[in-house]
């Protein structure tokens, strides 16, 4: 008879197994922050951060707005926990039907949402960023970018929807991966309509840009179409309101959309701030807008490669917890990956504010990116950073509620982070006078009250989530990362005196503080006994050095 194994050995299996899965998923987001900062570098030589790129921005932020809606966010955790239980108890077939439901229900919904959006683009920009208006230019520029970019909307919703079938099925590196085509199709494509067709046919450089947003994001979805029809889904239109799983999906995708909406909402309301601030004599100043698209691009690096990472790779995993009604395994993943995301992000927030200056000098200083822009978009950076922990704690609390089938409240703490930071942002800019990098600070600061809240709740909820152990691994990382920081602080520190502020001195700069960062928090982390060093060490290092060859290894 076969031994039963121990709950402690086995729920330390699951969570390796999570871990296993979130470093697939990071491999693969790394290489599309890669390819997106490539982009972003690309965009930044080419239209710097003025007129021309604050219209281009926020004609793309209108439908990227869904990206975290959908990709990351409502249909994601709506659609992953109810699938993945069809999936589980009722066979292939009824959770392949319950799929092209879905993808019906978003071709006629979008769809619909695309035309009145392109329809009602002048609306929508004159809210989103009144201050364009005294521009001359600026305002019809930002419209037509807008109307040229609506149709993404509908592609990546779609894209996402194919994310949530493959990441049930656990198939993470494939849905992860289509991020990267996205940015490589829209800089080709981009490239080649704006510089090369465009000036033939009367399309100029920015609008070629747009047009290539629209052709990466097919790229983007059609990248997953052969995995589908491998993993035996194959679209076929259907429609059928009254199908229980699907009523059961859009009853938690409308609360949902709230719910994870308010990061995305917040960044809008603070284009709006952005969009208006002036300088002292009363002129709206060019910049804020691209300032601050650039720092959050930037930290987008980090918490995708963390942040939604664990949170893709925990969501199937206590779905299937929640349907089974194994409470305790959920509690177990949900606290483990929460130390994880804790274990990376809180760092990588220490680095990010300390070296700031430098990696964005590094990555976008250059041609009409000046160093007045580098140093403002730091500033950005430092205050975003803030609330990066935050963020990543949001991405896998949220979807939690939603695998407990409750949409409700992440919905109602979603709606009062917004009215907060709408409150912060007014106070920042209006009355603190900190300009851009108070509408940075008031972003942060929402994202770290919504996971405190958020926390909480699920916590009472499903009767402790290791608030303890959280607590203490919480502190020894915040103390290890302080330690990190000021070790890179000082390295940095030296090497501007020695080296000056070039961008090959930002380069050195990071070549020697970042590797220094890293053994010291490594250091101290051994020192402090951190859990997950060992975590990390059991599903990751060691089976890399099996597949190597090296045998067993120690850290």
């Keep these: 008879m076969r031994p039963v194994?121990?709950?402690?050995?086995?729920?330390?299996?699951?969570?390796?197994?999570?871990?296993?899965?979130?470093?697939?998923?990071?491999?693969?987001?790394?290489?599309?922050?890669?390819?997106?900062?490539?982009?972003?570098?690309?965009?930044?030589?080419?239209?710097?951060?003025?007129?021309?790129?604050?219209?281009?921005?926020?004609?793309?932020?209108?439908?990227?707005?869904?990206?975290?809606?959908?990709?990351?966010?409502?249909?994601?955790?709506?659609?992953?926990?109810?699938?993945?239980?069809?999936?589980?108890?009722?066979?292939?077939?009824?959770?392949?039907?319950?799929?092209?439901?879905?993808?019906?229900?978003?071709?006629?919904?979008?769809?619909?949402?695309c035309v009145l959006g392109m329809i009602f683009s002048p609306q929508l920009v004159n809210l989103l960023a009144p201050g364009f208006a005294d521009v001359p230019g600026k305002f019809p520029l930002a419209v037509k970018l807008t109307r040229i970019m609506f149709p993404f909307l509908l592609l990546v919703a779609l894209?996402?929807?194919?994310?949530?079938?493959?990441?049930?099925?656990?198939?993470?590196?494939?849905?992860?991966?289509?991020?990267?085509?996205?940015?490589?199709?829209?800089?080709?494509?981009?490239?080649?309509?704006?510089?090369?067709?465009?000036?033939?046919?009367?399309?100029?450089?920015?609008?070629?840009?747009?047009?290539?947003?629209?052709?990466?994001?097919?790229?983007?979805?059609?990248?997953?179409?052969?995995?589908?029809?491998?993993?035996?889904?194959?679209?076929?239109?259907?429609?059928?309101?009254?199908?229980?799983?699907?009523?059961?999906?859009?009853?938690?995708?409308?609360?949902?959309?709230?719910?994870?909406?308010?990061?995305?909402?917040?960044?809008?309301?603070?284009?709006?701030?952005?969009?208006?601030?002036?300088?002292?004599?009363?002129?709206?100043?060019?910049?804020?807008?691209s300032w601050l698209g650039y720092a959050f691009r930037f930290m987008q690096l980090?918490?995708?490669?963390?942040?939604?990472?664990?949170?893709?790779?925990?969501?199937?995993?206590?779905?299937?917890?929640?349907?089974?009604?194994?409470?305790?395994?959920?509690?177990?993943?949900?606290?483990?990956?929460?130390?994880?995301?804790?274990?990376?992000?809180?760092?990588?927030?220490?680095?990010?504010?300390?070296?700031?200056?430098?990696?964005?000098?590094?990555?976008?200083?250059?041609?009409?990116?000046?160093?007045?822009?580098?140093?403002?978009?730091?500033?950005?950076?430092?205050?975003?950073?803030?609330?990066?922990?935050g963020y990543g704690a949001t991405k896998a609390l949220a979807p939690a509620f939603y695998a407990l089938n409750d949409a409700r409240t992440p919905m109602l703490v979603s709606l009062a982070s917004i009215l907060i930071n709408t409150a912060a942002a007014s106070t920042m800019v209006k009355i603190a006078g900190l300009g851009h990098a108070g509408l940075a600070l008031s972003t942060s600061l929402v994202a770290l009250f919504s996971s405190i809240v958020l926390f909480e709740v699920i916590r009472r909820r499903i009767g402790g989530i290791q608030g303890r152990r959280l607590t203490v691994s919480f502190l020894k990382i915040s103390g290890a990362s302080v330690l990190m920081g000021a070790a890179c602080a000082l390295s940095s520190r030296s090497m501007a005196h020695w080296l000056g502020v070039s961008r090959f001195a930002r380069v050195i700069d990071l070549a020697i503080s970042v590797p220094l960062g890293l053994l010291v928090f490594y250091g101290m982390a051994k020192l402090f006994q951190l859990p997950e060093i060992e975590s990390a060490r059991r599903s990751l290092i060691t089976p890399l050095a099996r597949r190597l060859g090296l045998g067993h290894v120690k850290i």
């Design 159 to 289: 894209a996402a929807q194919a994310m949530g079938v493959l990441n049930a099925c656990n198939q993470f590196g494939v849905p992860a991966l289509s991020s990267t085509f996205f940015n490589i199709g829209s800089l080709g494509f981009g490239l080649v309509l704006g510089f090369l067709i465009g000036p033939r046919i009367g399309i100029s450089a920015i609008e070629g840009m747009a047009y290539g947003v629209v052709m990466g994001g097919a790229w983007q979805l059609f990248w997953q179409v052969p995995s589908l029809v491998r993993a035996g889904f194959v679209f076929r239109p259907s429609l059928n309101l009254s199908h229980p799983g699907l009523r059961n999906i859009l009853q938690l995708m409308g609360p949902a959309i709230v719910g994870n909406a308010s990061v995305q909402v917040n960044v809008m309301v603070n284009t709006n701030f952005a969009s208006s601030i002036t300088d002292a004599a009363g002129h709206v100043i060019n910049g804020p807008v």
């Design 5 to 113: 194994e121990p709950a402690s050995h086995s729920a330390n299996s699951k969570h390796e197994s999570v871990v296993r899965s979130a470093s697939v998923v990071s491999a693969a987001i790394f290489l599309s922050r890669i390819t997106g900062l490539i982009r972003e570098i690309a965009l930044a030589r080419l239209f710097g951060a003025g007129q021309v790129y604050d219209a281009f921005l926020l004609g793309f932020r209108i439908p990227n707005l869904t990206r975290d809606l959908f990709a990351e966010g409502a249909l994601s955790s709506a659609f992953v926990p109810i699938f993945t239980k069809y999936l589980s108890t009722k066979g292939k077939a009824e959770a392949s039907e319950l799929s092209n439901l879905v993808a019906t229900a978003l071709i006629v919904v979008v769809g619909i949402l």
């Design 302 to 389: 980090p918490l995708g490669l963390f942040g939604v990472a664990i949170a893709s790779a925990t969501l199937p995993s206590i779905s299937r917890s929640a349907a089974v009604g194994d409470m305790s395994e959920f509690r177990s993943t949900l606290a483990r990956s929460l130390g994880m995301i804790f274990f990376l992000t809180i760092p990588s927030s220490i680095g990010l504010a300390v070296l700031g200056d430098s990696m964005i000098a590094a990555v976008y200083q250059g041609g009409r990116f000046r160093a007045y822009d580098t140093h403002q978009t730091a500033l950005a950076l430092t205050c975003y950073a803030i609330g990066l922990a």
